[in-house]
């Protein structure tokens, strides 16, 4: 156990803050006394040491890379992470209205495809949750955007599907991990064409998705000044991953976002 700072029996308060506190926190017998350790789910990223700080004293974990392995211990199970925590880590470290309003479009065009592809309800949710967390660490971190996330994310205990998933919609653009399953080609996707959706119905005069056609947006599409920041050549590739047709992805997208047109502002009441 070295590394690992021992708390005695005595240290009731310490011991209750960190349980409460840490996601990720063991409490080990050892030696007649407790051993708290914060796994942070460690695999390739090298050594980790945290430090929690708390009035009544520091506790500091110097975690060898792979302990959490070695020790048996696992990631969250999925039905440990829930729509509400998950948003509640997007707030932690999203501040922008508009990056929480792009997010909830790509979580509910997520959960649209999901169901289009006749999946079950807790698939559309883990489906949601990752179109949810896709730019978590965007604002924060934006020169290691696609890359931090992982840290993030494996420190709250979350699957290597989910890390993987959100990683991959940077792919030939931050990064080379290659959209595979497909999931992470509607993520892909429609990240993009979200925005590109968004940035067209903000222009009309109804300011609605509602009566936003395909025509409307495949207009819009080829001007190239219009929203010149959209990549458009990726929407295009993640079509063609997914071997679906450009102008129905643009309906489903639309339709996806439908559901939360009046959380993002696209509902024409404003």
């Not at 009035?55 to 729509?83: D, L, W, Y």
């Not at 643009?250 to 696209?266: F, Y």
Request: aromatic content about 8%.
């Amino acid at each position: 156990m070295a590394g690992f700072t021992v708390v005695n029996d005595g240290d009731s308060a310490v011991r209750n803050k960190i349980l409460q506190k840490s996601v990720g926190a063991v409490l080990l017998p050892f030696d007649g006394r407790l051993v708290f350790k914060i796994v942070l789910y460690v695999e390739s990223i090298g050594d980790v040491e945290t430090t929690i700080q708390y009035p009544i004293g520091v506790f500091h974990a110097s975690i060898p890379k792979g302990v959490g392995k070695k020790a048996g211990c696992n990631t969250m199970s999925e039905t440990q992470i829930t729509r509400e925590s998950a948003y509640e880590l997007l707030k932690r470290y999203t501040k922008s209205e508009s990056l929480i309003k792009h997010a909830l479009a790509v979580e509910a065009v997520m959960k649209h495809f999901a169901r289009l592809f006749g999946l079950g309800e807790e698939e559309v949710t883990k489906w949601g949750i990752i179109g949810l967390l896709h730019d978590l660490d965007y604002e924060m971190y934006p020169q290691q955007h696609c890359k931090k996330v992982r840290e993030i994310l494996m420190n709250y205990g979350y699957p290597e599907e989910y890390i993987r998933a959100i990683e991959s919609h940077g792919y030939n653009i931050v990064n080379d991990v290659k959209p595979i399953h497909k999931m992470e080609k509607v993520l892909y996707t429609v990240d993009e064409l979200t925005g590109l959706i968004t940035a067209v119905a903000i222009l009309r005069p109804s300011r609605s998705l509602f009566d936003l056609k395909v025509s409307s947006v495949k207009k819009k599409w080829k001007q190239k000044s219009f929203a010149s920041g959209i990549n458009r050549q990726v929407i295009e590739d993640g079509a063609k991953m997914l071997q679906m047709d450009l102008d129905y992805i643009i309906e489903q997208t639309i339709i996806g976002m439908q559901s939360v047109a009046e959380e993002i502002g696209l509902n024409g009441s404003s």
